[in-house]
């Protein structure tokens, strides 16, 4: 009798011990991707280029470790330009947070997330004067 409750408990614990760490594991993964940025004077760190899916959403931190403002813009190169000349003359003016869009003071931490719902050619812009074309951005290609 006691031998075969043995037989049937051991299994049991090898089936437990199985099923439940990839339960864990997967439940971690099912989340948006989580990406984060350091914002220093004047570049994102650490250099990067991201891929990622169409229509997948993607978390971004972005922490301002500098000493001046800086903004993430996420859009195609066009709307990078299109802002670029939208902020051109202004300054070192804020841009109101909107959904493709933050800026932080020195100090400031802020999260976004973005769904990049087109394939091509995106980037995380940084558009306080002069800080895009000395290579503030990051690359981001969606397949
Ligand atoms: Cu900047």
């Given at each position: 009798m006691a031998m075969k409750k043995r037989l049937i408990s051991i299994p049991f614990v090898v089936l437990l011990g199985l099923?439940?760490?990839?339960?864990?594991?997967?439940?971690?993964?099912s989340g948006p991707r989580k990406v984060?940025?350091?914002?220093?004077?004047?570049?994102?760190?650490p250099k990067t280029t991201l891929k990622v899916r169409k229509g997948e959403t993607v978390v971004f931190t972005f922490v301002n470790r500098g000493r001046v403002l800086h903004e993430a813009l996420i859009g195609t190169p066009s709307d990078q330009a299109a802002h670029e000349k939208e902020m051109s003359g202004m300054g070192n003016?804020?841009?109101?947070?909107e959904k493709d869009r933050v800026s932080m003071k020195p100090g400031q931490t802020?999260?976004?997330s973005f769904t990049f719902d087109k394939v091509g050619s995106y980037e995380i812009g940084c558009?306080?004067?002069t800080h895009y074309k000395l290579g503030m951005k990051v690359s981001i290609t969606v397949n």
């Open positions: 099923l439940l760490p990839p339960l864990a594991s997967t439940a971690q993964l984060n940025l350091l914002l220093t004077d004047n570049a994102y760190s003016m804020a841009m109101a947070d802020k999260k976004l558009h306080q004067p």
